[in-house]
């Protein structure tokens, strides 16, 4: 067995100065290929960049892992909807046995990750300790993945995913068996050209994640007297820190595209218990899609909201709301004045005052092109004061007579414009005046 070692562009023993300890776990990379090769295949495979590779591990060693592979169990099948599947996850890689904490040594190692980089262009790429999302994957009989596109950043690191590789273990599978890995150029229209790798013994499928990389597998359909298999798959993903080039993507989860109605389900057709089924099957997908994708948007709208409440009482309290001058301090939000400090028919403004006060001079402007002047009426702490503010800057005094404590200032305009009604703006808002700041003294 030849280490991966680089010779031109072959990988020969001869390159290496002497063995080290990564040099004995990329034995178990069973490949005899030029990376030129592998990277040729990989960067114009379509519909996205991938490769298939044949005995990728050696055979003594990837038969380890069969062994060591861990049994189905009920608490490892609990899928994203909270329900148990038929789809078994374990991510603890290095509790399984020696051959398995053998192959997360390596994978690890900086000359398997440049192995991966020569093929795939990618640079700097990183391992995942956590395995979120991969480690084995068990499948039984009738389970299937749906279209989908992964999540592309690690919850934990922040990392961007980048590159999937998905070694499968199962010895004599047969295609019509189902299970079959799929890569997708449109999702919603399917290609019989497009690519479907068998999940064949010791064979990976390596490729890159991206906005695009549709991928799946069919349903799995074993005849009676082999329904005692299941489909097994180690999924290794792989991460850069820094975002694919001028790639402006957002962080998401996984998305998927429901499976469509078989094709023979025409009118006219009597369905078959099997159809009822599968018909049932797919409704029963759809619903739980709708309510995962419901659950996200609604943790969205809470944490948006807490941190719009969080941003308000920063606002508060340092006086962003409102720009204010003097010994004032808002206790509470304003209402009816915008971040852009437009203010609407009626501003109430809740004070904090620290001493004694006899004047407030109101600073803001009306735009040119608003009708006519405002007429406002100024209260506060059951002292009202009526004043005409002309178009242009304008600065405005009121006398009060408070003292320390809490009071609220009402100020209400006599007359609104609306932009989008008049013709001059898409700014659908009722607009009295611009506020430029409230000075106390």
Not at 248 to 268: F, M, N, V
Not at 320 to 326: D, I, Y
Request: aromatic share 10%.
């Amino acid at each position: 067995m030849k280490l991966w070692q680089v010779k031109g562009n072959k990988f020969t023993m001869d390159a290496m100065h002497m063995p080290t300890h990564c040099d004995k776990l990329m034995n178990i990379v069973n490949r005899t290929e030029n990376t030129s090769a592998l990277s040729d295949a990989f960067q114009h495979a379509r519909p996205f960049p991938h490769v298939v590779m044949e005995n990728f591990l050696e055979e003594e060693f990837c038969q380890q892992l069969l062994e060591e592979f861990p049994s189905f169990k009920k608490e490892r099948a609990i899928d994203e909807n909270g329900n148990v599947g038929r789809k078994a996850v374990c991510t603890s890689v290095r509790s399984l046995g020696a051959a398995f904490r053998t192959l997360d040594e390596m994978i690890q190692s900086q000359e398997f990750l440049g192995m991966l980089s020569r093929i795939t262009g990618i640079s700097d790429l990183l391992y995942d300790p956590e395995y979120f999302g991969g480690g084995t994957h068990e499948n039984l009989h009738g389970q299937n993945m749906d279209t989908h596109i992964d999540f592309n950043m690690h919850p934990r690191y922040h990392w961007h995913r980048r590159l999937n590789l998905l070694l499968f273990l199962n010895r004599d599978w047969q295609p019509e068996w189902g299970g079959n890995f799929r890569l997708f150029a449109d999702p919603d229209t399917p290609d019989p050209t497009d690519p479907s790798v068998t999940p064949c013994f010791n064979r990976a499928a390596m490729f890159a994640t991206s906005e695009y990389s549709w991928h799946g597998f069919d349903p799995i359909h074993l005849p009676k007297h082999e329904q005692s298999r299941s489909r097994k798959s180690i999924a290794l993903y792989f991460y850069t820190q820094e975002p694919p080039q001028a790639s402006g993507i957002r962080p998401r989860s996984t998305i998927y595209k429901d499976t469509a109605l078989p094709e023979h389900l025409q009118p006219g057709y009597v369905l078959t218990k099997s159809d009822v089924r599968c018909i049932h099957d797919l409704y029963q997908r759809r619903g739980a899609h709708i309510t995962r994708l419901y659950e996200h948007e609604k943790h969205f709208y809470e944490r948006m909201q807490t941190l719009e409440q969080e941003l308000r009482t920063l606002k508060t309290q340092h006086n962003l709301l409102c720009p204010l001058e003097g010994p004032v301090t808002l206790y509470d939000s304003p209402t009816g004045l915008w971040d852009d400090h437009w203010v609407a028919e009626t501003f109430l403004c809740p004070l904090a005052v620290q001493t004694f006060l006899s004047n407030m001079h109101i600073h803001g402007s009306i735009p040119d092109f608003f009708p006519h002047a405002r007429t406002v009426t100024v209260d506060v702490h059951g002292q009202r004061h009526i004043v005409r503010l002309g178009k242009g800057s304008f600065i405005q005094q009121i006398p009060l007579h408070i003292s320390e404590g809490q009071y609220l200032l009402r100020i209400t305009c006599d007359t609104t414009f609306n932009p989008r009604d008049a013709g001059h703006s898409q700014d659908t808002r009722n607009l009295a005046w611009l506020l430029g700041k409230l000075s106390f003294s």
